[in-house]
């Protein structure tokens, strides 16, 4: 069963930054594309970021382009979202997600993942 625990949520001024992390497991780590996704309420989840499997390459949304790093450890079956410079329009619940047969091509397009942790919250005040 593939569960996804994500962590280091909480509330930070603007300017500042946060570091994510989901704790993976249930599946062969490397094999399945990893992301992060946020919603706030009334509107719809949306991609932020994504890591490929194998190769690891990276993709990001227009909005935190520049901003945010997604990271993964195989070791540790860990994804991280580093967030810098945070505003107050990142506020949001964050979700770690994975998929066997998701890539780069799929994220631009906004397609959703497989599987998505709980979330946690992120609050940037201004």
């Known amino acids: 069963e593939v569960q996804l625990v994500e962590s280091g949520g909480g509330l930070v001024q603007a300017g500042g930054s946060l570091r994510l992390s989901c704790a993976a497991s249930?599946?062969?780590?490397?094999?399945?594309?990893k992301g992060w996704f946020r919603q706030v309420p009334g509107r719809e989840r949306e991609g932020v970021a994504c890591i490929s499997s194998h190769h690891g390459s990276t993709f990001y949304s227009d909005s935190v382009q520049g901003r945010f790093t997604i990271s993964s450890d195989n070791a540790t079956n860990t994804v991280y979202l580093q967030m810098n410079s945070l505003k107050p329009e990142d506020t949001a619940v964050y979700y770690c997600a994975a998929d066997p047969y998701y890539s780069g091509t799929y994220f631009q397009r906004g397609y959703e993942m497989d599987y998505y942790g709980r979330g946690t919250l992120v609050t940037v005040s201004s």
């Open positions: 249930g599946f062969t780590f490397d094999d399945y594309a």
